[in-house]
């Protein structure tokens, strides 16, 4: 039944794989919860009182957090509203249970004078390498990567799946494919055409072109790119592709650029998504004013008081 539900999920939902092998193994750890193999899932075994348990082994037994806990339930269901409309169970288990509470975190992100800094420090890296290692594949692969998830905030997955074929540099457009294949077209400066010419080229000399913008590119490799080279210049504890996600819409935000005009560069289904960039600016507006405004603390308040 389960390998039904993934295989209605890949092909006729068309999600990607990255989210089907998800769904895989949240659905394998509640049969393990059960005492079952993946294959033996019987919903005529399972109960909305064995759904609860498993919530609260993940908590107290697991110390899962409330968002991870969140997300396996979704995916349970998920499969019992598969099993309902394929007639393989009378009644949904997991339609009464109400998942934990989690609080939703604000993004974190690198400040401007750090992106420009890693960029600054892949250039002047490139300068002092010799002339053949200078436009060797890889260091140009590697500032390439750097500077495309800062200026489209393309996702890790979104940008492994990147064909040639997705970028028009006359019209200086990249096509990206998000999740469940939807598709988005994200504007791309004359730079970063420079840029990408730059390293297809050097690409093209060395390899056979297969149509995949970054031939075998990992994600753990693409990771240790960004974790590498930001930890160069940041102090966040996090480096990842997904924080220059959040750089890009905060860039963009602190810039000038609307919410939806932002919703529709990320990708973004709902604008509510969307909207937890602005309380990141909120944040950076109120620590400057706190900082800065000679009336926004009592101390400052008591000091610039006049007397009559």
Same mark, same amino acid.
């Given at each position: 039944?389960?390998?039904?539900?993934?295989?209605?999920?890949?092909?006729?939902?068309?999600?990607?794989?990255?989210?089907?092998?998800?769904?895989?193994?949240?659905?394998?750890?509640?049969?393990?919860?059960?005492?079952?193999?993946?294959?033996?899932?019987?919903?005529?075994?399972?109960?909305?009182?064995?759904?609860?348990?498993?919530?609260?082994?993940?908590?107290?037994?697991?110390?899962?957090?409330?968002?991870?806990?969140?997300?396996?339930?979704?995916?349970?269901?998920?499969?019992?509203?598969?099993?309902?409309?394929?007639?393989?169970?009378?009644?949904?288990?997991?339609?009464?249970?109400?998942?934990?509470?989690?609080?939703?975190?604000?993004?974190?992100?690198?400040?401007?004078?750090?992106?420009?800094?890693?960029?600054?420090?892949?250039?002047?890296?490139?300068?002092?390498?010799?002339?053949?290692?200078?436009?060797?594949?890889?260091?140009?692969?590697?500032?390439?990567?750097?500077?495309?998830?800062?200026?489209?905030?393309?996702?890790?997955?979104?940008?492994?799946?990147?064909?040639?074929?997705?970028?028009?540099?006359?019209?200086?457009?990249?096509?990206?494919? %998000?999740?469940?294949?939807?598709?988005?077209?994200?504007?791309?400066?004359?730079?970063?055409?420079?840029?990408?010419?730059?390293?297809?080229?050097?690409?093209?000399?060395?390899?056979?072109?297969?149509?995949?913008?970054?031939?075998?590119?990992?994600?753990?490799?693409?990771?240790?790119?960004?974790?590498?080279?930001? %930890?160069?210049?940041?102090?966040?504890?996090?480096?990842?592709?997904?924080?220059?996600?959040?750089?890009?819409?905060?860039?963009?935000?602190?810039?000038?650029?609307?919410?939806?005009?932002?919703?529709?560069?990320?990708?973004?289904?709902?604008?509510?998504?969307?909207?937890?960039?602005?309380?990141?600016?909120?944040?950076?507006?109120?620590?400057?004013?706190?900082?800065?405004?000679?009336?926004?603390?009592?101390? %400052?308040?008591?000091?610039?008081?006049?007397?009559?």
């Amino acid at each position: 039944m389960i390998q039904h539900f993934l295989d209605y999920i890949a092909i006729e939902r068309k999600y990607s794989q990255r989210t089907v092998e998800a769904y895989h193994d949240d659905l394998r750890d509640f049969c393990h919860f059960m005492g079952w193999e993946i294959a033996d899932f019987n919903p005529q075994e399972v109960g909305e009182t064995d759904v609860k348990l498993w919530m609260l082994h993940m908590i107290e037994e697991q110390h899962q957090s409330p968002r991870s806990v969140k997300r396996k339930l979704s995916a349970l269901r998920s499969f019992y509203k598969f099993l309902l409309r394929q007639g393989l169970t009378p009644k949904d288990v997991t339609a009464r249970i109400i998942p934990p509470k989690a609080d939703k975190p604000l993004p974190v992100f690198f400040r401007e004078e750090e992106m420009n800094r890693a960029l600054s420090n892949s250039e002047a890296q490139r300068s002092g390498l010799t002339a053949e290692r200078s436009n060797s594949v890889k260091v140009l692969r590697d500032d390439l990567i750097i500077s495309l998830l800062y200026q489209t905030g393309m996702r890790q997955a979104e940008m492994l799946g990147l064909q040639d074929a997705d970028f028009d540099l006359q019209q200086g457009q990249v096509r990206i494919f %998000g999740k469940r294949r939807k598709e988005r077209v994200v504007p791309i400066g004359e730079n970063l055409i420079a840029q990408i010419k730059e390293y297809m080229a050097a690409r093209d000399a060395e390899t056979i072109n297969n149509g995949q913008f970054f031939p075998k590119l990992t994600k753990y490799t693409l990771y240790t790119i960004v974790r590498t080279r930001m %930890g160069e210049v940041s102090t966040l504890k996090k480096h990842s592709p997904h924080v220059l996600r959040h750089t890009f819409a905060t860039a963009m935000l602190d810039n000038g650029a609307d919410i939806r005009t932002i919703q529709t560069l990320l990708g973004h289904a709902s604008l509510s998504t969307t909207q937890v960039y602005t309380h990141t600016t909120f944040e950076q507006i109120k620590r400057v004013y706190m900082a800065t405004h000679p009336r926004a603390t009592s101390t %400052g308040d008591s000091k610039n008081k006049k007397k009559d």
